[in-house]
Antibody, heavy 123, light 107 residues
Framework: QITLRESGPTLVKPTQTLTLTCTFS??????????VGWIRQPPGKALEWLAL???????RYSSSLKSRLTITKDTSKNRVVLTMTNMDPVDTATYYC???????????????WGQGTLVTVSS | DIQMTQSPSSLSASVGDRVTITCRAS??????LNWYQQKPGQAPKVLIY???SLQSGVPLRFSGSGSGTDFTLTITSLQPEDFVSYYC?????????FGQGTKLEIK
């Protein structure tokens, strides 16, 4: 059974760096085809794709946020970490991590999600 | 980046109705299109992947179609639990962009 859980601060100040950790179980990020992504959702707004890291350490980022984002993995601890620099109140959102499924068929989608963590940016 | 445009942004319907939500990509994405359902306070859940493949456990009243740039999600015989939000997402190329969402409301 695949599970994911996000953890990190619930409140950050403007200009600070946000560090979120996704701890997962039920799969290994060292297995070919695996991927873990981050998605966020401001209150009452749409989902926004942020970043994705693959089993081979390939990393992909949102074009608009690329300069502020870093995604890394610790395969031995089953963790993926997302850092976002220079936080602003507009970055207030629920941040989700998710397992990228469909590798076997080549149809990629997020099939398992964490429950999300609300991060508020305020002084 | 590929832009995904969903319509309508909100939709009123009644229990038992059939509804269709549309998603248009800014360039051809073949059938690399997924649909998610999101209930208030919950993470999204995948309903349809590869444009028309029903995720395991999803009721048969949900169906998807389309290819290229134009896609639809159809829900037949709406149930009370279906009045939530829906999002399309392309997985043709990163960034895997989402549509702006459709909120389905009870008439």
């Amino acid at each position: 059974q695949i599970t994911l859980r996000e953890s990190g601060p619930t409140l950050v100040k403007p200009t600070q760096t946000l560090t979120l950790t996704c701890t997962f179980s039920g799969f290994s990020l060292s297995t070919s085809g695996m991927g873990v992504g981050w998605i966020r959702q401001p209150p009452g707004k749409a989902l926004e794709w942020l970043a994705l890291i693959y089993w081979n350490d390939d990393k992909r980022y949102s074009s608009s946020l690329k300069s502020r984002l870093t995604i890394t993995k610790d395969t031995s601890k089953n963790r993926v970490v997302l850092t976002m620099t220079n936080m602003d109140p507009v970055d207030t959102a629920t941040y989700y991590c998710a397992h990228r499924g469909g590798a076997a068929s080549g149809n990629y989608y997020f099939d398992y999600w964490g429950q999300g963590t609300l991060v508020t940016v305020s002084s | 980046d590929i832009q995904m445009t969903q319509s309508p942004s909100s939709l009123s319907a009644s229990v038992g109705d059939r509804v269709t939500i549309t998603c248009r990509a800014s360039q051809s994405i073949s059938t690399w299109l997924n649909w998610y359902q999101q209930k208030p306070g919950q993470a999204p859940k995948v309903l349809i992947y590869a444009a028309s493949s029903l995720q395991s456990g999803v009721p048969l009243r949900f169906s998807g179609s389309g290819s290229g740039t134009d896609f639809t999600l159809t829900i037949t015989s709406l149930q009370p639990e279906d009045f939530v939000s829906y999002y399309c997402q392309q997985s043709y190329t990163t960034p895997y962009t989402f549509g702006q969402g459709t909120k389905l409301e009870i008439k």
